[in-house]
Structures are given as structure tokens and as C-alpha cells.
């Protein structure tokens, strides 16, 4: 019922800029949040962006100042912007989504194929 397909990935210098996209599709209820995570290799997935229903965000503390997560409701879609880009934000990035398809149906968690980004010189 809810497809996510995230893309934007690719490679670039460090310092330089990537937008990760992740459209929605199909019909659900309510959106609590979406985000993005990353995992590395030999590294657990983590947060790394969110933005609930009411607009407030979320950054991992590795990530504050330089990534910036917003969402576009005429496109159903979410943005990730990543500038000044490290080394270390190599990773997959997936798109996150907690929705609920139903008012009588729990919130569940719905995920992006990934993307991936590579910083290096």
C-alpha cells in the first residue's frame, strides 16, 4: 500500500552538496514523521534527519548545521539536503516513513531501497 523510492545518491568531493529525494505513494490515514537514516559498513543503522506532522526536526548530532531535512506535500515528497559533505557520510541512506494506513490500525514503519552516498577525494 505505501511505496517509498529514494534516490539523489551518488558520489562527490568532500565539501561539496547532495539533495536525497524520497517520494511517497499510496493512500494512507496519517503520516507521523519521516526521516532518513544511513548505515556504513560494519555500522548500525541510524538516524540521521526527521520531521514530524507538525514540522519539527531532528538531526543526529554529527550532522546539525550542515544537513537540512524538509518536505514537500504538493509532491508527497521529503528532501534531505546535505552540504560541507565528510568522509564519514559515506553510507546508504534510506528514507523513513511511520504511518498509519487506517485510524484503527497501529503505527508501523515503512522504508526507502536505500541510496547510496560516497565522499571521497
Known amino acids: 500500500q505505501v511505496q517509498l523510492v529514494d534516490s539523489g545518491g551518488g558520489l562527490v568531493q568532500p565539501g561539496g552538496s547532495l539533495r536525497l529525494s524520497c517520494a511517497r505513494s499510496g493512500s494512507i490515514f496519517a503520516v507521523d514523521y519521516m526521516g532518513w537514516y544511513r548505515q556504513a559498513p560494519g555500522k548500525q543503522r541510524e538516524l540521521v534527519a526527521r520531521i514530524t506532522s507538525i514540522g519539527d526536526t531532528i538531526y543526529a548530532d554529527s550532522v546539525k548545521g550542515r544537513f537540512t531535512i524538509s518536505v514537500d506535500n504538493a509532491k508527497n515528497t521529503v528532501y534531505l539536503q546535505m552540504n560541507s559533505l565528510k568522509p564519514e557520510d559515506t553510507a546508504v541512506y534510506y528514507c523513513?516513513?511511520?504511518?498509519?494506513?487506517?485510524?484503527?490500525?497501529?503505527?508501523?514503519?515503512?522504508w526507502g531501497q536505500g541510496t547510496q552516498v560516497t565522499v571521497s577525494s
Open positions: 523513513n516513513a511511520a504511518v498509519r494506513l487506517s485510524s484503527w490500525t497501529p503505527q508501523g514503519d515503512y
